[in-house]
Each structure stands twice: as C-alpha cells, then as structure tokens.
C-alpha cells in the first residue's frame, strides 16, 4: 500500500492537500501537533472519501520526531513537507530568538530530513513525488521576517538540487512557492495587520494546493501559483537590493 503523507496537515494548504489526495483515493498519513485538528480532518476523509487515514501528532521541531514520523509511516510515496512556521519581527532583536529557532527546527531541518529520507528510499519503492511548499518569500530577503524567508530560501533551493540530483530515479521533487493565502498562516504568526496583506486578494488554500499538486504530479520543479505571485519572482532576480531591501521591509513590516 502506498502513502500520501502531509506534514502540517491540520490546517491550511495541508489540509487543503490531504482534501485533494483523497479526492484521489490516495491513502494518507496526516502530521501536525494538533491530535484534536488532525482526527476531525481525518474523520472527514473517510467518510467521504473511503480511504485510508492515520494521525500522527508530532512536534517537528523536536530533535528526532521527524525521522520517527517517516518510519513510522510506512511505505510513503508522495511526501507533502508542508510544516512551517513564521516568525515576524526584527532579527536584531532578542524578543524574537525562541519563535526563530522553532521556525528553523520546523522549516529546515525537519523539511531536510523528511526530503533526504524520501529521495533515498523512494526509488526502491518504485518511484515517488515530493512537493515542498517553500513560498514566494524564498526569492528575495525579508526585513522584518528575515529568518523565515532565509528559511524559505534554503528550501527552494534544496528542492531545485534535489530535483536535478534525482532525474533518472523515478522520483521527481517539486518546491510549492504561494504568495499571501488565506491560510491562517499569518495570524498564526502574529502578521495580521501588515501592509502586503492589504494590498491584493489572498487565494484560498485550495487554490494554492490545486496549483500545487497538478505542479507535483506533472513533475515540475518550480510552481508559482499566480501571474501577480511570478512577476514578483521574476523582478527579484533583477531588481537591486538598495531598492529591494527597503521596499520588502515596509511591506512586511507590522502596522
């Protein structure tokens, strides 16, 4: 039996996701700390669905948790490494060390482990798909937000060598790249009053994980759900940073 497993899956494009790969008779294996979140969701996939769901709660940030949840979910053949946290303030300020550290625990080295470990093993399972959902801040730095975008810089980045690392294996890897989204990610990360918010339409979660799974299944390196969200990624790369800088800081910053 093959596995679907989606990290982060209790809300928001996770959920949104686990929602899509049922739709799809894929069995599923669903991760987050929330137990409560995670068996309502999972309670709805069966019953809809006729598939098979498990739960494992686990905190990612902790030392070890995300190897026992890749062994403990069986035989994967679809990872989903949605797990992530933002952390919003100055890193000059000491206000914010501890929500940082959780973010890189959860947005590097869990996501690291999880990928490696799928890249490895997938091929002898007879092939796979993994898809990161790294977003738009991984194309530019980010005043204001900085350690999440550098984290979201290592993941896009890991998922382009990675993708080319693995051609030929049967496994393909696939970086998810959203812009704002209507996720409940920002409140979560105390953002709900900052200027970009403000300035367009957020996609809903479904959008952004509809994107982001036909982006997966067609093998694609790179997906950026959104003309607006692509210009933006295409300007980073010729835009100075003299102008960049301060621009992204005023619109990251909280209001």
């Excluded at 790294?134 to 550098?150: E, K, N, T």
């Amino acid at each position: 039996m093959s596995i679907t497993l989606v990290t982060g899956a209790s809300r928001g494009i996770g959920a949104a996701i686990a929602r899509i790969a049922a739709a799809r008779k894929r069995d599923l294996v669903l991760v987050a700390r929330s137990e409560g979140e995670l068996e309502t969701l999972a309670a709805e996939l069966r019953a809809d669905h006729g598939v098979s769901v498990r739960i494992l709660p686990a905190d990612l940030s902790v030392e070890g948790e995300a190897a026992r949840v890749w062994t403990e979910a069986g035989k994967v053949t679809c990872l989903v490494n949605n797990a992530g946290l933002g952390s919003n303030g100055p890193v000059t300020s000491r206000e914010t060390g501890a929500r940082e550290d959780t973010s890189v625990r959860v947005n590097l080295l869990a996501a690291t482990v999880l990928l490696k470990a799928a890249v490895t093993e997938m091929p002898g399972r007879g092939g796979g798909k993994v898809l990161n959902v790294a977003s738009l801040s991984g194309f530019f730095p980010g005043p204001g937000m900085a350690v999440y975008h550098a984290t979201k810089a290592y993941l896009l980045s890991l998922s382009e060598a990675a993708s080319q690392e693995a051609k030929g294996t049967g496994v393909s890897v696939t970086a998810l790249c959203p812009g704002p989204t209507e996720s409940g990610f920002f409140a979560a990360a105390g953002m709900g009053s900052i200027p970009l918010l403000k300035m367009s339409r957020q996609p809903t979660a479904h959008d952004v994980a509809m994107r982001g799974w036909k982006g997966m299944e067609a093998g694609r390196r790179v997906v950026v759900p959104g003309l607006g969200n692509k210009l933006v990624a295409a300007a980073s790369h010729v835009t100075p940073h003299a102008i960049l800088l301060p621009l992204t800081h005023a619109l990251m910053s909280r209001r």
